[in-house]
């Protein structure tokens, strides 16, 4: 049987059986082919001779972009040809930072077709992300938009430079020029599913981010779990409200919706605007939804009701979703907004699937494929009604990261005692139901983007009115949280709003937009006898609201 067959016969089993979950899980064998390479065993045999519509994207000005499943299939492959003749190479490192523009999914799909490894990254970056990431990357490419070219000034390192759009400023490579090259591709030899693919850097606790590797197989084919999660259909039309460079992108805006031959389609915009939205998704047909909860919050402020047909299917993921919101939704739509929980490191390990009974608060049942289990978070025995959310490597998911690259003590410690620990925290029912707690750690959500406290705390500490920092979760109403600072001033200089707007400042400058400082407060922070600050103190202290806090909207 070839990897095809394969792919496709698993992938099949999973549509066959999509509102049936105990046939689903209790049937269902991951494909494990030898050699695998999604984008020239599944994607190019399914756009053969086929005119419809694989992206269909929506400018805010009106303008369309659409693109067959055919013409995907060449363009791509033309870019390939070009990009080799540009010097990449199988497993060199190719930095992709674009908007959700069409160059954003050839670019994926070349990369696939030479076997070069993608690290994604959002056009929210600024050189100091980027200069970590092709050091630690090692980076041997770069793709980026015309527009963002100028932040690779201070980026040090002999990697290609190609631009996307515009006029290409000396140096850099115009990408448009790929589409001269030959429409046939021959690749230089056969993938093993095992082969690196992608690399995301995540926040985490430490000093600088992880760096979450994936492979042919275990994005690609751990997908289809995630296809079988949001209830996908061939001739499906699917909008997923995801930035690109975030693992949620390639989630749901290229593996689950092309496993299931569906449409991806998008809206661009730059201030979110429901009604338009609505308007959009009306004007498509829009089957399928997914969105964060940012957005769902959002929505709900809007007239529900401007939407004249529903979709199908509506998801949620990111973080768990408000049965407020959800009931909202329901009463508007008459469709129920089902959650889902996964991590970059995988794919949806737990959700609620089309067919499954609902409990309002959670966040389903484990995927098929996926054994799950809770995790004493004393002696890490399995067993318990709560505690740390693992995956059972006995029988190990395709679905998951091949580890942390670059860090085998962090991956043997995620990996420990055959499980894979997640580092979050949930309780489980006697159905098998599990409800999300929260973090083991110190990361907090922020308009549905990871925070890591101490690259915050690094950050500010660089500013000379800083010397100690703490960063913990404020409230929001529409974020959910924001980042809230706790500062000890150095020595000669006072508390007050000239240093506030100062820190401020700083922190618009060093850190991307999701991450900047939005509370401030100073004041001598708390600590253990062994000197560690008692974040516990400072996120319970934020909740009760201080009159000593200052706010970033205050000084623009």
């Known amino acids: 049987m070839t990897a095809t067959e394969m792919f496709r016969g698993a992938r099949d089993f999973l549509l066959e059986h999509r509102e049936d979950y105990a046939t689903a899980c209790r049937g269902f064998d991951w494909p494990r082919p030898e050699h695998f390479n999604w984008a020239l065993d599944w994607f190019d045999v399914i756009a053969a001779g086929n005119d419809r519509t694989a992206l269909h994207i929506v400018e805010e000005d009106g303008a369309e972009t659409r693109l067959s499943f055919a013409e995907l299939a060449e363009r791509s492959t033309r870019v390939a040809r070009w990009l080799r003749d540009r010097g990449v190479a199988a497993e060199d490192r190719v930095l992709v930072m674009l908007g959700n523009q069409a160059e954003l999914w050839e670019t994926a799909l070349a990369a696939m077709k030479l076997r070069a490894v993608v690290i994604p990254a959002t056009p929210l970056l600024g050189p100091a992300d980027l200069r970590d990431r092709v050091e630690r990357g090692r980076v041997k490419h770069v793709i980026v938009r015309a527009a963002d070219t100028a932040k690779f000034d201070d980026v040090p390192g002999a990697y290609t ?95 689950a919706p092309w496993n299931a031959e569906a449409t991806v389609f998008i809206v661009n915009y730059d201030r979110f605007d429901a009604s338009r939205l609505m308007a959009e998704m009306d004007r498509v047909g829009v089957t399928t939804f997914c969105a964060p909860p940012t957005v769902w919050r959002m929505l709900i402020q809007a007239d529900l009701g401007r939407l004249q047909s529903p979709p199908r299917e509506v998801v949620a993921a990111g973080e768990p979703l408000n049965p407020e919101v959800i009931e909202q939704v329901r009463r508007a739509w008459g469709v129920t907004v089902r959650d889902g929980f996964g991590q970059t490191e995988t794919a949806v390990q737990v959700s609620n699937s089309p067919g499954q009974r609902l409990k309002t608060g959670s966040m389903g049942r484990p995927s098929p494929g996926f054994r799950v289990e809770l995790l004493d978070p004393v002696s890490g025995a399995p067993g318990v009604d709560e505690g740390e959310i693992a995956l059972d490597l006995s029988d190990r998911p395709v679905g998951l990261m091949t580890g942390y690259h670059g860090d085998p003590d962090r991956t043997a410690e995620a990996m420990a005692g055959g499980y894979y620990r997640t580092g979050d925290i949930a309780t489980r029912d006697e159905e098998g139901y599990l409800t999300y707690i929260g973090r083991s750690d110190d990361v907090f959500k922020a308009s549905d983007y990871k925070v890591s406290p101490f690259e915050l705390e690094s ?77 516990i103190e400072l996120r319970e202290a934020t909740a009760a609201g201080s009159a000593d806090e200052y706010r970033e909207e205050d000084f623009r």
């Open 459 to 535: 950050a500010l500490l660089e500013h000379e009115a800083v010397a100690e920092a703490a960063v913990v979760p404020a409230p929001d109403a529409l974020r959910l949280a924001v980042p809230k600072a706790y500062v000890v001033l150095a020595e000669g200089w006072e508390p007050g709003p000239g240093t506030a707007k100062a820190i401020f400042e700083h922190s618009r400058q060093v850190l991307a937009p999701y991450k900047r400082i939005r509370r401030l407060e100073f004041g001598a922070l708390p600590k253990t006898v062994s000197g560690k600050i008692r974040r």
């Open 161 to 255: 430079r190609i631009s996307v759009g515009g006029l290409p400023e000396e140096g850099w490579e115009p990408y448009e020029d790929g589409y001269a090259a030959p429409a046939d591709f021959v690749p230089d030899g056969p993938t093993l599913a095992d082969d690196p693919l992608m690399l995301y850097f995540t926040s985490g606790t430490t000093a600088r981010p992880k760096l979450v590797e994936h492979t042919h197989t275990s994005y690609p084919v751990g997908h289809l779990a995630t296809m079988y999660w949001i209830g996908l259909k061939p001739g499906d039309v699917h909008l997923n409200i995801s930035s690109p460079g975030w693992a949620k992108h390639a989630w749901s805006n290229l593996f």
